[in-house]
């Protein structure tokens, strides 16, 4: 029986995609006997073992991204003969927070403005933002929330 070591060691997968999609990484290889594929990821310094398969010449890695999926992503693949490893990038881009945010900032600046012009008294005010945003929901998480959508992924 002909021994190979891995050959022809392909990593699919797109190298940029939207926060929310659905993402396959596959890993294929030639060799005699099966070789043991390893999918890793590294980002900011820290590797983390994703998949590891023994038994095919192939693995496939399906996730719904986030930011944190973006990083470097290596196959490695040995076997009893000998060893092969290749790499490729992915970029996580944000989804559509930022139409949500146009919405909600707009909307404070016009309360706000609404408050400067046409001051309510206090009880007034709170019976308003509880109709708003809900009574057991306070406004300082709000503001919050709305913070956090300011950043890109």
């Known amino acids: 029986m002909h021994l190979s070591p891995p050959t022809s060691l392909t990593l699919s997968m797109d190298s940029e995609v939207t926060e929310g999609q659905r993402v396959s990484i596959m890993c294929h290889v030639n060799s005699h006997p099966v070789s043991t594929l390893t999918l890793n990821r590294t980002s900011q310094g820290s590797s983390v073992e994703l998949l590891r398969d023994t038994e095919h010449n192939s693995l496939?890695?399906?996730?719904?991204?986030?930011?944190?999926?973006?990083?470097?992503?290596?196959?490695?693949?040995?076997?009893?003969?000998?060893?092969?490893?290749?790499?490729?990038?992915?970029?996580?881009?944000c989804g559509s927070r930022w139409s949500f945010l146009n919405i909600v900032v707009l909307s404070t600046i016009l309360s706000s403005l609404q408050s400067i012009f046409f001051p309510l008294s206090e009880a007034q005010t709170q019976r308003q933002q509880s109709e708003q945003i809900g009574p057991d929901f306070p406004f300082h998480t709000h503001f919050l929330q709305i913070h956090n959508f300011m950043f890109p992924c």
């Open 60 to 93: 496939t890695y399906s996730v719904t991204v986030s930011s944190a999926h973006s990083g470097e992503y290596t196959c490695s693949a040995h076997n009893t003969v000998g060893s092969d490893s290749t790499k490729r990038s992915l970029t996580v881009k």
